[in-house]
């Protein structure tokens, strides 16, 4: 906070209005379901990107990074185009572009970011710097926006402005994440419930495993799964693969007996809204110990079906499992980034050692492992 505030300061050479923060997220379960209308349960990550902003009355978007080397970079918001965007502050400046496509009152500003959410880990560095430029935004100029609106507009700027076909799982997440808590999500209509997940309650934690395998969503591999999605939806009659319910799946899997792979994505989509199910009905029953078979099942599925895994990732789950996890997968896009292990608290540090003492074996690059347990949305923090 009082970095975002001297790093403004000292960027822009003015006190900031405010600042405001949005965090990364891990997802629990429910991946890949988000393009298909269907249920996720993310939660937010204790980091957070923070942005440090004052309304400006010229139009011009000055925006500055600690973690970006290069100065500020000044846009003008009437010009402001998609084909312009590219780097870190296409994503903030898609955020003012979208707003203003949705014909919102939103004029420029000075902003000052500063983040501890890992970069190109999967773990949505993206949505928390769009989230925490649209909760800027909307209060600066007084939008009276809903978390649920600033989500939206978040993934229009990353689908539109960025050029990135994401969900709105990773937007939702970091916009109404609340702490304690998974946030149980339709990403149909963005109806969400906040789930209980005290893991230190339970005597468990919750580690996050970077493989340091940069994933990328834009590199055509994510909307050819979505595109897999599409098609097996039209074959099977439906507005979208939300709409085959499990005990449907049998007769689904049939009529696409001639086309494997988008009956093996059908399969996954399918099978892994159930798996969300599974888990909120376990987390409600208060048996958060339970789902660890589920999050396992659930990495199954996109590795051998959804095909989205890589063996960086499927050595986390493995070697996590054999040394004493209740259940590990990998979580977000995929072909790298993070996997998560919920691990029994006695057996943190064996499974953190196992997880790195393979990955050596195997010869890759040193992951990085953390604990994580569910921490708040996006917010306005108190200045005093
Ligand atoms: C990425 C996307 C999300 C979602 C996940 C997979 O994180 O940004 O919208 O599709 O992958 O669940």
Known sequence: MAAAVAGFRAAHGTEPAGVWAAPGRVNLIGEHTDTSGGLAMPFALPHTTLAAASARPDGVLRLHSANAPGGAVELLLDTLSPAAGSGWAAYPAGVAWAMREAGLPVGGADVHFTSTVPTGAGLSSSAALEVATASALNDLYG???????????????????????????????????????????????????????????????????????????????????????????????????????????????????????????????????RRVEEVIALLEAGDARAIGPVLTAGHASLRDDFEVSCAELDLVAETANAAGALGARMTGGGFGGSAIALVPDAAADAVAAAVTEAFAAAGFRAPRIFPAAPAAGARRLPTD
């Open 143 to 273: 939008l009276g926006l809903t978390a649920e609106r600033v989500a939206r507009l978040a993934q229009r700027a990353e689908n539109g402005f960025v050029g990135v076909p994401c969900g709105i799982m990773d937007q939702m997440a970091s916009a109404c994440c609340t702490t304690g808590h998974a946030l149980y999500l339709d990403t149909r209509d963005l109806t969400h419930r906040a789930v209980p997940f005290d893991v230190a309650a339970h005597g468990l934690r919750l580690l996050v495993v970077d493989t340091r395998v940069r994933h990328e969503l834009g590199d055509g591999a994510y909307a050819n799964r979505h595109a897999a999605c599409e098609l097996g939806a039209r074959r099977l009659g439906v507005p979208a693969l939300r709409d085959v319910a499990y005990g449907e799946l049998g007769a689904a899997l049939e009529k696409l007996a001639d086309d494997p792979v988008v009956r093996r994505r059908v399969r996954h989509v399918v099978t892994e809204n």
